[in-house]
């Protein structure tokens, strides 16, 4: 199948080997990849802050660029979830209504997209450490990903699972949020990353690079030993340097 | 920026910070959870439970018209006096009014946060009448002078050495840890005001249309003591609390006292029907029941948020909210605090004035999840979040959503863009932290992920595009 990946605008600004694991992954498993290269963002950081009208321009050309589109995978749960659940509220009376309810049924987030559009769980990956899972709120409760991301890593090699206290627990990221509420925002991600800490896990993994952005900024000031990575980069086995 | 706004923020700087009160407050939460976690699982299929819970409330809510003359019809016709208040004035101006035509001195009170939304207490003090809160966290936080922390839990904010302390200093007592030992301070003072009180007020959890009957639910039974031992009884309630049939609340004491404190079934439940008739040895003489609109019919008009109307007041979005469990009750300064008060309060008390409270989310979904009428919460935000921006844009952010549109949309832009960060980045740590620091709110704690030396699409372009 064609595959339309999805490089969210901070992915592939800040996160680009998340964008290329994916792309490794999909075709290793027989698939083509395209690309479109005039797709930057999903236009949810404007939703969110409630400028609807500005979050259209953003998300209208998306979403022509999308109409032929096979199946679309993208690499955020959050984006996702814009594209999936908000899309279609965002474009309610509008002439792109129909074209929006259309793309959401065929938008997936990448882990999800792996194990019940493709039914893949065993990936041939190797990485040879303790890791725990944070669920990104966007993946967990607007598109219901829970089970998807730990079939996957249940199939690593080497890999040990270590679940936290409180995983579906918000790590404080919320985009715009994380600027204009700074403090609670930071209080959220030191409850998080005391979480992970006590599992005694090397790594923080996500299917959600917003969401390891926000932890790992912690992490490093601190000058913790603890890291993040997302889900892709293992399954890819191509880490980030 | 609102005052409001403002000390939200101040405050929640305070707080944060404050690992005592973090811990105190997780813990606590903890503990609930375990226990609700319990309860749930007595339910035979608790997301069914949470359906046949909201449609029976949007029943309730989609025809309040008629349910409410329902329940005002068959309550007065067993002599119960009824009165409408449009606003939280009117409401205040009737139930001081009635407490001086009795010549009333001393008012007994169960809780009841339609109260606290009115500022009742204020307003019956004004006129010279002493009241007493009769459940014990808000007898507590009635002494501190200080508002409920909580809606469900007025004081689970203070430790046992603070209440000790408190009940020193107020009530004269011995210093001592035990909380029995604590309750039974409380109680022997409390018990005195049952009696001397003229005047018995109390809120409701659920008012039934069918038999005209409001539903109290409590831990303490301050509140049947509240209702019984005083001569006259008030009871003020909002409008939403109505409820079609008595069935309904098989389904709801029991959804309540789970998803408010994880209990099977809450400790006392009283069914009041009216003041004492000829044929009946007890009761009160008089009973008044205020209804309350104080622009409930503003959010019942409003059919994207209407299900608001559905809350229980149960707590449980509060309990899960990492926002609350980090600001804590008293940051919000509101009397309904949490998601449903960030929710609510711009519909009751103003959209500008207190759309930081909408902004102020993470939208992680938690209250969502949990509320057991299904309100649809996080996504009210996200309205609430429109509706302020629609109506009083700003500047500076449409501003920068304007650009930022124009540049993703623009692959070559969105290059340069890319660029200009990478030469910018390197000056950064020149200005890290200081007032010239373009993202001092993010860098204050937390380090910044650079731009990569090559973004997914330089990538793209040199191995992929057109092979």
């Not at chain 2, 209440?163 to 409380?186: V, Y």
């Not at chain 2, 018995?200 to 509240?226: C, D, P, Y």
């Not at chain 2, 004491?253 to 079934?265: D, E, I, N, R, Y």
Request: aromatic share 8%; charged share 25%.
């Amino acid at each position: 199948m064609t595959v339309t990946l999805f490089v969210p605008c901070f992915v592939d600004a800040l996160f680009p080997q998340v964008g290329i694991n994916m792309v490794r992954i999909l075709e290793k498993l027989g698939h083509r990849v395209e690309c479109p290269e005039e797709i930057a963002c999903c236009g949810q950081p404007a939703f969110n802050s409630g400028y609807w009208d500005e979050a259209r321009c953003v998300a209208e050309p998306t979403l022509k660029r999308l109409k032929n589109a096979e199946a679309v995978v993208i690499a955020s749960g959050s984006c996702g979830a814009m594209l999936k659940v908000f899309y279609p509220q965002l474009f309610e009376n509008k002439p792109e209504a129909a074209a929006a309810h259309e793309l959401s049924h065929k938008v997936w987030e990448f882990s999800d997209f792996l194990v019940k559009k493709l039914g893949v769980t065993d990936l041939g990956a190797k990485f040879p450490a303790k890791v725990t899972f944070h669920d990104g709120c966007h993946g967990l409760r607007e598109l219901g990903i829970k089970s998807s991301p730990r079939k996957l890593l249940e199939k690593v090699e080497g890999l040990e699972l270590v679940e936290m206290q409180d995983a579906e627990t918000c790590c404080g990221f919320g985009g715009t949020f994380s600027a204009k509420f700074p403090m609670i925002s930071t209080a959220m991600g030191e409850v998080k990353c005391t979480s992970a800490k006590q599992t005694g896990a090397d790594y923080i993994v996500s299917n959600d690079s917003s969401c390891l952005m926000h932890v790992q900024g912690l992490l490093s000031r601190e000058g913790s030993p603890l890291k993040t990575i997302h889900l892709a980069e293992i399954l890819g086995g191509n880490q980030q340097s | 920026m609102s005052s409001h706004s403002q000390e939200f923020l101040d405050q929640a700087s305070v707080i944060t910070r404050d690992l005592r009160h973090r811990g105190l407050i997780q813990t606590a939460l903890k503990k609930y959870e375990v226990a609700r976690d319990k309860r749930k699982s007595a339910f035979g299929d608790w997301q069914s439970a949470r359906q046949a819970a909201a449609e029976t409330k949007w029943e309730a809510i989609n025809h309040l018209d008629k349910y409410l003359t329902e329940f005002a019809d068959k309550l007065e016709a067993r002599g119960t006096k009824v009165h409408w208040a449009s606003t939280g004035e009117q409401a205040r101006d009737i139930i001081v009014k009635l407490i001086a035509e009795k010549k009333a001195k001393c008012v007994i009170k169960s809780k009841a946060m339609t109260s606290e939304e009115i500022h009742l207490n204020d307003a019956m003090e004004k006129a010279g009448f002493e009241v007493v809160e009769s459940d014990l966290g808000e007898y507590i936080v009635q002494l501190r002078k200080e508002p409920p922390y909580h809606i469900v839990f007025p004081a689970m904010h203070l430790t046992r050495d603070e209440i000790s302390d408190l009940f020193q200093r107020e009530l004269g007592s011995a210093p001592t840890q035990e909380p029995e030992e604590l309750t039974m301070i409380a109680r022997r003072a409390l018990r005195k005001k049952y009696i001397e009180a003229d005047i018995g007020i109390t809120g409701a959890n659920f008012a039934v249309a069918e038999t005209g009957m409001i539903s109290l639910t409590e831990n303490e039974g301050n509140a049947r003591l509240t209702a019984a031992l005083p001569k006259t009884m008030i009871t003020l309630l909002g409008i939403e609390k109505v409820l079609p049939k008595m069935e309904d609340l098989a389904l709801f004491l029991p959804m309540l006292a789970t998803a408010g404190a994880g209990q099977a079934v809450t400790g006392y439940n009283t069914l009041y029907g009216g003041p004492k008739q000829a044929d009946e040895a007890d009761g009160p003489e008089e009973w008044h029941v205020v209804l309350l609109d104080n622009r409930r019919s503003l959010l019942l008009a409003d059919a994207e948020q209407r299900d608001a109307l559905h809350c229980i007041r149960c707590g449980a979005c509060l309990n899960v909210c990492p926002i609350f469990r980090n600001v804590g009750g008293h940051t919000y300064g509101t009397t309904y605090s949490g998601p449903i008060g960030s929710v609510i309060t711009p519909h009751l008390r103003g959209l500008q004035n207190w759309k930081h409270l909408s902004g102020s989310s993470s939208l992680c979904g938690a209250c969502t999840e949990t509320c057991p009428v299904k309100i649809d919460l996080h996504h009210h935000l996200l309205q609430n979040r429109r509706n302020a921006s629609q109506e009083e844009p700003s500047a500076l952010e449409q501003f920068a959503y304007k650009v930022f549109g124009f540049v993703a949309n623009r692959p070559g832009m969105w290059q340069v863009g890319k660029e200009l960060a990478r030469m910018f980045q390197p000056l950064h740590k020149f200005v890290l932290g200081s007032k010239l620091d373009p993202a001092r709110t993010w860098t204050a704690t937390r380090d910044v992920q650079p731009v990569a030396p090559e973004s997914f699409k330089e990538w793209w372009r040199k191995n992929k595009s057109g092979k």
